[in-house]
Every structure is written in C-alpha cells, then in structure tokens.
C-alpha cells in the first residue's frame, strides 16, 4: 500500500525546525529531506496492477518539482472539480487535502514530497477513473471478458496518458474523457439536468387505468406532472376548469412512454404511472450510475464490434465504426439474466439442434412433458442417457427424471432457429434465431433463459460473413437448403460486447430511460458509494 505524508504534519515540521532555530533561513526545499513516522502518512487503498504500475512508472520519469511547476496543481484542482459533471466525486481523489496543499505552494513556494506522491496518485487515479470507469480501476467485477481478447491490464496506456500531456493536467483528463457519442451526450444531459431539475415532480395519485376521454382530477394532475418536464407547454397544465383527457395530452404521453421505453399507449396504467412519479433526486442517480457504465462501455468499443444492448433489447453491428446492421433482440427474464460479458465471435453452427440445459428442463419443460405425453413427440425432442444411447419415453420415470437429456432436433421448430452465433464465455450463451418471432413486436423483450434472440439473424449472420476473400456465407447457405447440422467459421474473429444500461441522451439532450429489469442501478450506486466511503476514511 502507498503511503504518503500528511501536509499538516509536513508543516508542523517545519515550523518546529524555525521555532528551535536549527537554521533561521533554512531554505524550504530541505522540508523534504524531513522523515516522519508511517502512523503520520496518509494511507490509501490498494489499486488494481495496472493502476500501481502507472504509479512507479509515473513517479520515476516526472521531475521533483513536477506538481510545484506553475499553475500545475491548480490546473489539477480544477480538472478534479470538473469530474462533477461526469458523475464522479472530486473528494475520492483527495480535493480537499490538495486545496491545502495549493495554498501552503502559494505561501512557502514549494510541494513537499509527501504531497508531491499524493497529488500523483490523485492525478493517476481520475484519469483511470474518468478514463475506464471508477469501478473496473477498483477491480470490481463489472463484465466478464475472454482470455482470448489478451491482457487487459491499462498501465502502459494511463501511464502515456499522463506523461504525453505533462505540460497540462487538464490535457490529460481531455484525452481521458471517453468521447463515444453515448457518453458525451449523457455528459451533457447531466449536467443540464443538476442545473435545472427541480427538487421534485408533481405527483400522480394511483387509480385505474386512465384514457382517452376520461375527465377526473387525475387527469389535472397527470397534466400537470407532464408539463413540469417540457411534454406539455405550460398554459396546458393550469386551466381553470378540469380539462378532458384529449389528444394533446395523448400525444404527450406517448412520448413520455417512447422516452421510457414503455409500451406507447396513450393510456395511463401501473408501469408508466410508476415511471412517471419517480423523483427527480433518483432519476439524477440514475444517471450517474449510467455514466459509470459508459465510461466502461467506451473502454470496450471497437471499430469493428457487435454490440448488444441489454436493457433496451437491441444489436448494433459496428464496421469501421459505422453502423452497418442493427435489429431487436429477446434477452434473459429478470431471473435468468443476459450476462454482461465482452468475447469474440468465432463461429456459427447451422440449423442446429438444442440439448436442452438441465435447469430449463426441470423448470419449464419437465412441467409440461407430465401434463403432456405428446409434447415431446410434437417439438421433435428425443431423450438420451449419459452413455449417448437413445431411450423411449417409457423407459423414464418423469416423476424422477434422472441420468437424462433431451435434444430437440434440428428444424422449423427448433428452439434455436435457423443458426446459431457462438462465442467462448462460462454461461453457456450465444446468439441465435428463433420462432417466437411475434415477441419482438412488445417493448418489454425479456423472454429468453439467458442466450439472445436476433431479429432475422440469417441477415446478421451474412453480415458477419462478409470478407473480399471469403466464400464461406455460400457454404452457410448450401448447408441451410441441405438441412445439415454443421459449424462454419468466421474468415475473422468478430469482438461481441454484451452490455447493460438504463439511461442514455440524444445529441439534443433528451434523456431515454430504460426500466431497470435487473435491479442493477441502486446496487451499483451502493457499490461505487462504499469505494467513495473506503477512500474518505482512508485520509481521516
């Protein structure tokens, strides 16, 4: 663990030296010849490896006088203050002790260094904070990443960060700040939202479901409430007579409901009731939450990268950094979760069969074969024991269903489609085609056991097999017509980021909220708010 010297007891040293006389003028550079005991050092937490390398590498090639050099640490100061709007909190990077430190610079014209190590390690850890997200610096476990994509470790990386931009502090967090579109433009709400939330939204009493038409107090209210946050002009909210549920305050509904991901109605039920009388304070951490998950999403994007966004239930396919297909998606129930997860793709298996994971049979289809003694016979299901050898129906006890598995051939009804899209990861995940088509027409796509139904994933899969020098997405379509169950691999491995987050911004400004379908936000809020805790105590 590194420890530094506390400014106060650096000063209380030298004012003892002058108090005792040891040398009336002693130049005040010779401070930092001054030792002092452990117990007298500020102790911070330990950082991830490549965090503590930076640090070495950082304090080696940086001169003595580094953080004494003219408007150095004060630019440092300011960039500190800067990471408000990023969501991110100055006094976890030691603000206030380097306040105090930039005013005994102004007073006695030197950074002892004690001081000197702790702005460096303040300076380090914003940038790999601002840079990759405060929690993955920490080593928390935020994603799963394959051992196929290399070593991660970013000491290399934040340690030129830091010293290309040695002229100017706030160069470095310039070049640390992600610039994906996604996190500027929550960036930017953000911090339009701390100026100009109110402390709170009018809100709607609970009650049936209100429509088109209806007249009641509610409706006043419901109008009232949507004004507050610009879906209504104001002079629609304060009429002296109890207005109708119109048009006007239909349409405005529907685009609160398209802005929160809810099924756009027009009618008032329980799910955008509850989305509408969240606070405003909430909805503030909410996006803070999620410009901590930007910030990991921005150290994980690729020029070339499928991305699958799981909170709004959507594949992106970037090429070059471009867009080139995007579609819907099905993703895991809020007990079955999709997990985040960072690999590459490196093939696909055609019309595929499906073994049938042990726990979906226990807890889906198990249920269903007892109510049902054709239902294996109609999904074209076979049983197998352990040995690989095929059994009859009789030859199991379904109330004691062991030693078993079941594998649903390959077909129009098979559970997995046309084609499979695989990637190494422990879960047991993939992306594939499916026959449940008409689910993707709902808004809420939480329907799957983890893996992730693609929209028209034979186009998606043509789009991964395109290569000037490929003709493997030929071979893919001879097999289709065949009916063989075959795997194909890619001519080039293709990165797949699965990623979850619940609120995002246009480049105007408008803020999207997505349901938290896996109750993730507040428990990340609590995680990032205990490193906040640890880190303060640490300096006390």
Sequence with gaps: MYKFYTKHHCRRVGLQTAILGIALLLPLCALANFRVMPDDCVTLPDGPKAHLQAMSEFQQAVPADYWARPGRLLSLIEQLESLRADGLEPANYYLDTLIQMQEFLHTWGVVLPCDAELASFSFLSALSDLQGGRATSLDQDTIWYSPLLGNRLRAE????????????????????????????????????????????????????????????????????????????????????????????????????????????????????????????????????????????????????????????????????????????????????????????????????????????FLQDQLPRIQRNPSYLAQRNIRIFNRQGEELGEADVDWNDPRGILLRQDAGPGNALGKVVIRFSNPFAVYLHDTPSSGLFDTSNRFYSSGCVRVENALDLTAKLFEHEHSNRWQEVQALRASGETRNVHLPRSVPVLLAYWTAEADDQGKLYFRPDTYQTDDRLLAELSQVSATTSHAIQ
């Excluded at 960060?161 to 700040?177: D, G, H, I, K, Y």
């Excluded at 996190?183 to 049936?208: D, I, K, S």
């Excluded at 209504?232 to 239909?250: C, H, R, V, W, Y």
């Excluded at 509408?276 to 909805?283: A, G, H, Q, T």
């Design 157 to 360: 990386a934040l340690t030129t960060l830091a010293l290309n931009q040695a002229s100017t502090p706030a160069e470095a967090f310039a070049l640390a700040r992600p610039t994906l579109p996604l996190y500027v433009n929550l960036r930017t709400a953000y911090q339009q939202a701390l100026a100009h939330f109110p402390a709170r939204w009018p809100q709607v009493p609970a009650g049936a479901v209100l429509e088109l038409g209806d007249r009641s107090p509610r409706v006043d209210a419901l109008r009232e409430r949507l004004a507050a946050e610009d879906y209504l002009p104001e002079g629609n909210a304060s009429a002296e007579q109890p207005q109708p549920f119109d048009e006007t305050l239909q349409g405005a509904l529907k685009q609160f409901q398209r802005r929160h991901y809810l099924e756009p109605d027009g009618k008032l039920g329980p799910q955008t009731l509850a989305q509408l009388n969240i606070s405003p304070s909430r909805r503030l951490r909410q996006i803070k939450t999620n410009l901590e998950r930007l910030r990991w999403l921005a150290a994980d994007m690729e020029p070339n990268l499928l991305l699958v966004d799981i909170a709004a239930a959507r594949i992106q396919y970037y090429r070059a950094g471009d867009i080139i297909w995007s579609g819907r998606a099905q993703v895991g129930q809020p007990l079955r979760e999709t997990p985040r997860l960072k690999s590459l793709i490196t093939h696909v298996t055609v019309n595929p069969t499906w073994t049938i994971p042990t726990s979906i």
